[in-house]
Nanobody, 118 residues
């Protein structure tokens, strides 16, 4: 059973920084793509950033230039460095991973709260 465990959320003032971490365990296969999604109250869950095992990244337009995603394949970990945080970044952030074999299987972490005060 694949498990994703996040850490690093919290409360920060606007303009500040936070770093989220996520460690995957229990997988017999490499997790091809890892990333972060977020869900604010009353809104749908949305992609923040994703990174493939080879290092290819993509970001939501709203975080480009402020957030940086990275991963350590040896540690089955993915990170999200969040800079210049804004109140609109407030949300529950979920770690996500996908193993692609004949089909793709997705996994989710339990979520970590990020609150940005103005």
């Amino acid at each position: 059973q694949v498990q994703l465990v996040e850490s690093g959320g919290g409360l920060v003032q606007a303009g500040g920084s936070l770093r989220l971490s996520c460690v995957a365990s229990g997988s017999m296969f490499s997790i091809n793509v890892m990333g972060w999604y977020r869900q604010a109250p009353g809104k749908q869950r949305e992609l923040v950033a994703r990174i493939a095992s080879g290092g290819t990244t993509n970001y939501a337009d709203s975080v480009k230039g402020r957030f940086i995603i990275s991963r350590d394949n040896a540690k089955n970990s993915v990170y999200l460095q969040m800079n210049s945080l804004k109140p609109e970044d407030t949300a529950v952030y979920y770690c996500w991973g996908a193993i692609v074999l004949a089909t793709a299987t997705e996994y989710w972490g339990q979520g970590t709260q990020v609150t940005v005060s103005s």
